[in-house]
């Protein structure tokens, strides 16, 4: 959905036309269900939280300011919302690295072979990924598998546009000291 | 950036099938608040569909009402200008403060200048001179009479006009609901 595209969904769900949210649910659904699992480790809060985030998005969608981008905003809202939960709950868990699955049904053993090693790199990155406090994670999440430009990671972080900057530079940073401490380990275990 | 790249190739899980569903069945009913809604509506362009034969029927319509606004606004103007008096005529006083006279009448256009009849009375306390007419609205001149000889024009009032022989009237204006005191 192009941001033009957006605005004009928008503008009807504020006119009145609920049934025009179904696009933007099915639009940002999956990021946002997969922030929130990747917080909680629980794929029944993830969804009852999901849920619940797009409906309070909806209730305040009068108070968004139309021209603006409505990803990071609504991230904002499931964000604080995952964070009001975990506050409460204090059931936080990191998820598991075994959802990188494996879909064996190709023929060719060349083929074969570059998923396996794509597997073993997701799951090392995804291991490395939930090591990473949530700051840093949803910081470079944002930039890298989200690809937001900065300003947006900022506003969907609540945090300035420097703030995301260095975030997302210093998470980097500890994501790569961790692939290569695991590296080393590891190598020496081998 | 490999780091970067392999970040960006992570799956994502799938969300519940009924997520959206959910999602809209339980906003179906929910509700902007009114003052948002109000002000929305008001603020939102809106485009008028009609017919020739109706937009003929509008226009008569409201060329008729201005007719009849119009009309009505004129002959209640009308009705305020011409409006006679009431029956009898405006109550109109005149007063002369005039203690040393003996006699004092009124003459003037409303009376064919004939004193008789017009004779004003004396106030014993104040030693002025009072006289209570009854006139259609209209403009009248008029004088005094002093001891059924000297003729002056009332001193109090406000508007004066020349009788053709040196010698002033005074001017009355009697309008509708128009009580004078002079």
Known sequence: MDPLEEQRVISAVLDGDADAYAMLVNRYQQPIFNMIYRMTGSRED?????????????EQLYRFHEGKKFFPWLYTIALNHTRNFLRKNKTGR????????????????????????????????????????WEYREA??????????????????????????????????????????????????? | MLIARQIRQTPYLDPPVMLAPSVLKAIRHKRFPIRFRMLRWARSPRSLTFTPLQAAFVASLLILVSAVGVSHLLQSDYRHASQPAAPGGVPITLTLSMPEARSVSVVG????????????????????????????????EYAFVLDGKEVIPDPRAELYSDDGFGNQNAVLIVGNHHERTS
């Open chain 2, 109 to 140: 256009t409303f009376n064919a200048w004939d004193q008789k009849g017009f004779e004003m009375r004396k106030d014993q306390e104040k030693g002025a001179w009072t006289l209570m007419l009854h006139l259609p609205a209209g403009h009248y």
């Open chain 1, 94 to 133: 990191t998820v598991a690295i075994d959802d990188c699955e494996l879909h064996t049904n190709s023929d060719h053993a060349s083929q074969e072979e570059d998923k396996i090693c794509a597997l073993l790199d997701c799951q090392r990155i995804q291991g490395a990924l939930t090591r990473l406090s």
């Open chain 1, 140 to 190: 470079v999440i944002l930039r890298y598998r989200e690809e937001l430009p900065m300003e947006d990671v900022a506003t969907a972080l609540s945090i300035s546009l420097s703030g995301a900057k260095m975030r997302v530079h210093r998470g980097l940073k500890k994501l790569r000291e961790i692939l290569e401490t695991n590296d080393d380990g590891n190598r020496n275990a081998s």
């Open chain 1, 46 to 58: 993830a969804a009852d939280l999901a849920q619940d985030a797009f409906i309070r998005a909806y």
